[in-house]
């Protein structure tokens, strides 16, 4: 399963934490979007990485534990109060299982285009088993990173970008379960001034700039009450809510944010998956007729082999809709490097131990021909392969593993930790040190400095393609990293 657009996605964890992502037909686009005027308000600059983009303290990561989060999302879901944190969590986990009452890997709502999905996964499926929340739990899940994704907020100011926490399973002696396993909640912040655009967002940034000059005790405070509590910035809802993780009720569309695993459970096969909150009900205005599950939604950025192989019906779709957006994907900076993908063409699992988004293994003539056709309109040096290449780095699977040290024809893809962005330890890939914090710093310090300066960023950007929207920090809104 492949994903959307731009880059990590690859969140941090996985994380998804770690890729960016790009514009289209070649142009570039500003990281800040427009400002109409001057605010009150100091440059900055000098920001902090580990305090303001990716934070691993454990002083911090202190008050993050799962079980709040968990508790936090029920509670916020407006649901029945049998709904436990537990009931909650091991639905989720029998997603991966098949189910003869729907709500599992086989109900027809998933992989409705027929791309290929592993179902069930049994190895995944043993955790709808296993209670993570008791004082005995030989099953756990550590928090090992917070991220901060302002750089995922839409140029229009629809939301204030991600705030992800990171968990990583932990087992002890008489687990069902062995392996390795990351879930990354990836909360979507509404702007609080909806009115003033992406302005709006302005005081968030501010709020995590300004981390990088306070103590760790005042940092771990304040990043608290940031996700939890909605008190670190006047106006400004807490990140923890069942509404930021794409909450829906019964068939109304989705939000924006998700919830997103990356698996290798038993040490089975790597893959990743992305998840929304659905608020299912008899009655949706009696909250006690109301469930909440966390369901299956595709991967971003992640087209299914077949179209490039030509052998689903949707194959010419997409050839067409690749020729139309390669642009995104020609720049030689890597962080500029993107991929804008309509949701019909995404899988609903990228795998990291197969080949499926090795895409340059997976093209026909046709598809071949039409990137050939489009670089020669464009008068790009690159090569179909490098294309090809370059599209892979956009899915899951790619920025975890396949892209790691791929000469792209001018460019070179940064190296994950092999399968994630940050491991069970904290430790950070140097993608995200050397390439895509550093980016993610300077979209978040252009940002602030644009309107205390009153800069005029509109004059400087290129218009978005047609039918899309960029975030601040140049990808697609709504792509994978």
Same mark, same amino acid.
């Given at each position: 399963?492949?994903?959307?657009?731009?880059? %990590?996605?690859?969140?941090?964890?996985?994380? =998804?934490? $770690?890729?960016?992502?790009?514009?289209? !037909?070649?142009e570039?686009?500003?990281?800040?979007?427009?400002?109409?005027?001057?605010?009150?308000?100091?440059?900055?600059?000098?920001?902090?990485?580990?305090?303001?983009m990716a934070?691993?303290?454990?002083?911090?990561?202190?008050?993050?534990?799962?079980?709040?989060?968990?508790?936090?999302?029920?509670?916020?879901?407006?649901?029945?109060?049998?709904?436990?944190?537990?009931?909650?969590?091991q639905?989720?986990?029998?997603?991966?299982?098949?189910?003869? /009452? +729907?709500? $599992?890997?086989?109900?027809?709502?998933?992989?409705?285009?027929?791309? $290929?999905?592993?179902?069930?996964r049994?190895?995944e499926?043993?955790?709808?088993?296993?209670?993570?929340?008791?004082?005995?739990a030989?099953?756990?899940?550590?928090?090992?990173?917070?991220?901060?994704?302002?750089?995922?907020?839409?140029?229009?100011?629809?939301?204030? $970008? !991600?705030?992800?926490?990171v968990?990583?399973?932990?087992?002890?002696?008489?687990?069902?379960?062995?392996?390795?396993?990351?879930?990354?909640?990836?909360?979507?912040?509404?702007?609080?001034?909806?009115?003033?655009?992406?302005?709006?967002?302005?005081?968030?940034?501010?709020?995590?700039?300004?981390l990088?000059?306070?103590?760790?005790?005042?940092?771990?405070l304040?990043?608290?009450?940031?996700?939890?509590?909605?008190?670190a910035?006047a106006?400004?809802?807490?990140?923890?809510? %069942?509404?930021?993780?794409? =909450?829906?009720?019964?068939d109304?569309v989705?939000?924006?944010?998700?919830?997103?695993?990356?698996?290798?459970?038993?040490?089975?096969?790597?893959? =990743?998956? !992305?998840?929304?909150?659905?608020?299912?009900?008899?009655?949706?205005?009696?909250?006690?007729?109301?469930?909440?599950?966390?369901?299956?939604?595709?991967?971003?950025t992640?087209?299914?082999?077949?179209?490039?192989?030509?052998?689903?019906?949707?194959?010419?779709?997409?050839?067409?809709e690749?020729?139309?957006?390669?642009?995104?994907?020609?720049?030689?900076?890597?962080?500029?490097?993107?991929?804008?993908?309509?949701d019909?063409?995404?899988?609903?699992?990228?795998? !990291?131990?197969?080949?499926?988004?090795?895409?340059?293994?997976?093209?026909?003539?046709?598809?071949?021909?039409?990137?050939?056709?489009?670089l020669?309109?464009?008068?790009?040096?690159?090569?179909?392969n490098?294309?090809?290449?370059?599209?892979?780095?956009?899915t899951?699977?790619?920025?975890?593993?396949?892209? /790691?040290?791929?000469?792209?024809g001018?460019?070179?893809?940064?190296?994950?930790?092999?399968?994630?962005q940050?491991?069970e330890?904290?430790?950070?890939?140097t993608?995200?040190t050397?390439?895509?914090?550093?980016?993610?710093?300077a979209?978040?310090?252009?940002?602030?400095?644009?309107?205390?300066?009153?800069?005029?960023?509109?004059?400087?950007?290129?218009?978005?393609?047609?039918?899309?929207?960029?975030?601040?920090?140049?990808?697609?809104? +709504?792509?994978?990293?």
């Amino acid at each position: 399963m492949k994903s959307r657009s731009y880059v %990590a996605a690859c969140l941090g964890v996985f994380v =998804l934490a $770690g890729c960016v992502a790009a514009s289209d !037909e070649g142009e570039t686009h500003p990281s800040s979007g427009s400002s109409s005027a001057a605010i009150a308000c100091a440059d900055v600059s000098g920001t902090d990485v580990r305090k303001s983009m990716a934070v691993t303290d454990p002083e911090v990561l202190a008050n993050f534990s799962f079980a709040r989060v968990v508790s936090r999302v029920r509670s916020t879901a407006s649901v029945a109060t049998t709904e436990t944190g537990l009931k909650i969590f091991q639905r989720w986990m029998s997603t991966f299982d098949t189910s003869a /009452n +729907g709500g $599992g890997c086989d109900d027809p709502s998933i992989d409705p285009n027929k791309y $290929g999905l592993r179902c069930p996964r049994t190895a995944e499926a043993k955790l709808a088993k296993v209670n993570p929340f008791a004082a005995t739990a030989t099953v756990t899940w550590k928090p090992v990173g917070l991220f901060n994704r302002f750089d995922l907020a839409p140029a229009s100011g629809a939301h204030c $970008g !991600e705030y992800r926490i990171v968990y990583a399973m932990q087992t002890t002696a008489g687990a069902p379960v062995s392996g390795r396993a990351f879930i990354i909640f990836e909360a979507a912040l509404p702007n609080p001034s909806p009115a003033s655009g992406i302005d709006g967002c302005l005081p968030i940034a501010q709020f995590w700039q300004g981390l990088s000059n306070d103590t760790l005790a005042d940092r771990a405070l304040k990043l608290e009450k940031f996700y939890f509590a909605g008190t670190a910035i006047a106006g400004v809802a807490p990140v923890v809510h %069942a509404a930021h993780y794409g =909450l829906s009720t019964n068939d109304e569309v989705p939000t924006a944010g998700q919830i997103r695993t990356n698996f290798f459970v038993d040490f089975n096969e790597w893959h =990743l998956r !992305e998840f929304k909150t659905k608020r299912r009900c008899t009655n949706a205005a009696d909250p006690a007729t109301c469930t909440l599950s966390i369901g299956h939604v595709t991967v971003k950025t992640n087209p299914a082999n077949e179209l490039f192989e030509g052998t689903h019906a949707r194959s010419a779709g997409y050839r067409t809709e690749l020729s139309s957006r390669l642009g995104s994907l020609l720049s030689n900076d890597v962080t500029a490097i993107g991929l804008s993908v309509s949701d019909r063409f995404n899988e609903f699992e990228s795998v !990291e131990n197969g080949d499926n988004v090795v895409y340059a293994s997976h093209s026909n003539t046709e598809m071949r021909t039409a990137i050939q056709t489009k670089l020669t309109a464009l008068q790009s040096p690159l090569t179909v392969n490098n294309v090809l290449d370059r599209a892979t780095t956009q899915t899951c699977a790619g920025c975890h593993l396949f892209s /790691n040290g791929k000469d792209l024809g001018g460019a070179k893809w940064p190296s994950s930790l092999t399968f994630v962005q940050i491991d069970e330890s904290s430790n950070l890939s140097t993608a995200l040190t050397g390439t895509f914090l550093p980016k993610r710093k300077a979209v978040l310090e252009k940002f602030i400095n644009d309107r205390c300066t009153g800069v005029a960023a509109a004059a400087m950007a290129a218009p978005a393609p047609a039918g899309e929207e960029l975030t601040v920090g140049g990808s697609a809104v +709504g792509a994978a990293n």
